[in-house]
Antibody, heavy 120, light 110 residues
Framework: QLQLQESGPGLVKPSETLSLTCTVSGGSISSTSYYWGWIRQPPGKGLELIGSFYYSGSTYYNPSLKSRVTISVDTSKNHFSLKLSSVTAADTAVYYC????????????WGKGTTVTVSS | QTVVTQEPSFSVSPGGTVTLTCGLSSGSVSTSNYPSWYQQTPGQAPRTLIYRTYTRSSGVPDRFSGSILGSKAALTITGAQADDECDYHCVLYMGSGTWVFGGGTKLTVL
């Protein structure tokens, strides 16, 4: 059973860089059958795709965040990471990592999510 | 920028039927957008209900069904139960590994 686990600081100061890691267990991040991605949900609001990637190296970022986002992959550790720079209070959210089916294009496995608060 | 529209809130009586919809700010939703639906209770991660427009995820009761109605994707819940009261999110695939989420619908069962 594939599981995803987000980890990282729960509190980040304004203007600093938010860094999170998603550790994948029970499956390989190098699988040709899936995309992997980061999704966030500000308090009381809807879900928003931050970015996604495919094992081949193709990476896609939400245009509204593109200038501040980097998603990287470490296949040796079977995990992928998110960096979001120059954060503000608007970046306060629950951050989820998820796996998306490559053939039917839906999120089939989600992490439990981690809350990140941007505050001084 | 593409916007996916959902009703912000909806209400249904216990045992009743409700249809939630998912549209595009410009254009129609089609099966090529591979509409998927997710159920989310407070404090929990989303749970997949429907994918590829119509297909129920494993373990999802057949009270939940997906379709295309006119220019929108739709999620229909028949025989609504108290524990169906939560948020429902629609997601559309836009190609090249990108998805757009709707704002979610808060369903009340009363």
């Amino acid at each position: 059973q594939l599981q995803l686990q987000e980890s990282g600081p729960g509190l980040v100061k304004p203007s600093e860089t938010l860094s999170l890691t998603c550790t994948v267990s029970g499956g390989s991040i190098s699988s040709t059958s899936y995309y992997w991605g980061w999704i966030r949900q500000p308090p009381g609001k809807g879900l928003e795709l931050i970015g996604s990637f495919y094992y081949s190296g193709s990476t896609y970022y939400n245009p509204s965040l593109k200038s501040r986002v980097t998603i990287s992959v470490d296949t040796s550790k079977n995990h992928f990471s998110l960096k979001l720079s120059s954060v503000t209070a608007a970046d306060t959210a629950v951050y989820y990592c998820a796996r998306a089916d490559y053939f039917y294009y839906y999120m089939d496995v989600w992490g439990k999510g981690t809350t990140v608060t941007v505050s001084s | 920028q593409t916007v996916v529209t959902q009703e912000p809130s909806f209400s249904v009586s216990p045992g009743g039927t409700v249809t939630l919809t998912c549209g595009l700010s410009s254009g129609s939703v089609s099966t090529s957008n591979y509409p998927s639906w997710y159920q989310q209770t407070p404090g929990q991660a989303p749970r997949t209900l429907i994918y590829r427009t119509y297909t129920r995820s494993s373990g999802v009761p057949d009270r939940f069904s997906g379709s295309i109605l006119g220019s929108k994707a739709a999620l229909t819940i028949t025989g609504a139960q108290a524990d169906d009261e939560c948020d429902y999110h629609c997601v559309l695939y836009m190609g090249s590994g990108t998805w757009v989420f709707g704002g979610g619908t808060k369903l009340t069962v009363l």
